[in-house]
């Protein structure tokens, strides 16, 4: 029942724009920061995004700065990735996760984390 269920990945084209949803059951997502990976054929999963569990702070790999947004509703209990202006290199497959009462930077989205998503598959081409 504790679960992390991804949805909203497929294909975009170049400069298009798509929303990824993460829907938490079992656990209350409020209470854990949130993040979003990735993993390209051939390359080692990537963190690229996170905000921490009090909402205050957040983290983007240079890879998608300015580019994508994490958000979350708590009355929905669901992560977000807004992913803009996509690029061929944003083709992967992308994971939400979860850590309790964490904060988010670089290092933490190296650690052991609570909950994973199944993961979705992203693909941009023309």
């Known amino acids: 029942q504790v679960q992390l269920v991804e949805s909203g990945g497929g294909l975009v084209q170049p400069g298009g724009s798509l929303r990824l949803s993460c829907a938490a059951s079992g656990f209350t997502l409020e209470n854990y920061a949130i993040g979003w990976f990735r993993q390209a054929p051939g390359k080692e999963r990537e963190g690229i995004s996170c905000?921490?569990?009090?909402?205050?702070?957040?983290y983007y790999a240079d890879s998608v700065k300015g580019r994508f947004t994490i958000s979350r509703d708590n009355t929905k209990n669901t992560m977000f990735l807004q992913m803009d202006s996509r690029k061929p290199d944003d083709t992967a497959v992308y994971y939400c996760a979860a850590r309790f009462l964490s904060g988010c930077s670089a290092a933490t989205m190296r650690y052991r984390h609570n909950f994973w998503g199944q993961g979705t598959q992203v693909t941009v081409s023309s």
């Open positions: 905000i921490n569990y009090s909402d205050t702070t957040t």
